[in-house]
């Protein structure tokens, strides 16, 4: 009897060393992941990793359990074992369509990290039109120095309307207070206790604190719920004299209000590192205005982030290795 179960053991133990081992999880990856690859290997051995290449994705997403790159309905299609996506950018707009919003497939993206560079941006902007540097830079082209009828406000006192205050939000409201301004935020969600921030209102409240404003910024992110949210009457409620800072998505405001509030004097001028058309036409009014500051959607541009995308990567894919939670959660249907 005792001979028998050990010869039971031994052949249950020799089919279950026939079987075959798990295939190792293989990541897809595109863009500026590709020079993590190196790294990826030391941190996440039992993976492998693909380089992608532009006219065989379709092929090799098939058998990928994860993908670092903008995701399309094309390659969502060919993939059968997608479990994540991670997006570089903050932005995922363009990804949000029906299959993917409902799919079971998680999604990250460069939110929070993208704060420092965009904040900095933003008083950037601000800055060039409170101290009236927008005036002196053409003075430089003429060799002028006139200072007779120069004009400047200071930030101290003044009163800021954050419009979203997530990972680029907060930071501004950081800034803003360092330069002694009341803050006020805009934010669907319940924001943690920040200590520059008095006061946050919901989106459907936005009208309520909009003409306490001296400065309005804009840095939530775009979905069907946020687009146009500061538009026409939003613009009539803004104190005379008030700035207007967008870094987010220009889809955010309506841009045909801001022109009129623009040329009506409502507000005393606009910084835009977003517009709606972008890139901005030849042509169009924007362009006309002394009092408006726009640059290329570059505020996302610093010496510093490029550091903390390769940070969130591999600390992310080191993660899904090991099926521990993933940092940078987007929640698909919401957009952010």
Avoid: C
Wanted: charged share 20%; glycine share 8%; proline share 7%.
């Amino acid at each position: 009897m005792l001979l028998s179960l050990l010869l039971a053991g031994l052949a249950a133990g020799s089919l279950s060393a026939q079987e075959p081992k798990p295939a190792p999880k293989k990541i897809l990856v595109t863009g500026r992941g590709i020079s993590y690859i190196p790294d990826m290997k030391i941190l996440a051995p039992n993976v492998t990793f693909v380089e992608a290449k532009a006219d065989g994705m379709i092929a090799q997403i098939a058998d990928a359990d994860a993908f670092l790159g903008e995701i399309t309905p094309p390659l969502f299609q060919a993939a059968k074992k997608l479990k994540w996506v991670h997006i570089y950018s903050a932005g995922v707009e363009r990804s949000r369509f029906p299959e993917f919003i409902n799919s079971n497939v998680a999604l990250t993206n460069g939110k929070i990290i993208q704060g420092p560079e965009i904040a900095d941006h933003a008083f950037a902007l601000l800055l060039s039109l409170t101290r009236n540097i927008v005036q002196a830079i053409p003075n430089r082209a003429k060799e002028e120095w006139p200072k007779s009828d120069w004009k400047a406000i200071e930030l101290r006192g003044k009163t800021a309307l954050i419009i979203g205050v997530g990972g680029i939000g907060s930071q501004i409201a950081t800034r803003a207070a360092a330069f002694g301004m009341t803050v006020i935020g805009v934010d669907p969600k319940d924001v943690p206790f920040h200590p520059a921030i008095s006061q946050v209102v919901p989106p459907d409240r936005i009208d309520s604190v909009i003409p306490k404003a001296d400065v309005v910024f804009v840095s939530a992110p775009h979905t069907p719920q946020s687009e146009k949210m500061v538009g026409a009457k939003q613009f009539d409620l803004m104190k005379r004299g008030a700035y207007f800072i967008a870094v987010s998505r220009g889809k955010l405001y309506d841009t045909n209000a801001l022109v009129k509030a623009l040329d009506s004097k409502r507000i005393a001028g606009a910084g835009l590192d977003v517009t709606d058309p972008e890139p901005l036409p030849k042509g169009h009014a924007l362009w006309k205005f002394d009092n408006v500051v726009l640059t290329p959607h570059i505020a996302t541009v610093s010496d510093g982030v490029g550091e903390r995308y390769r940070e969130l990567v591999l600390d992310n894919v080191a993660r899904f290795a090991k099926g521990e939670p993933l940092r940078n959660v987007v929640d698909k249907v919401k957009g952010y």
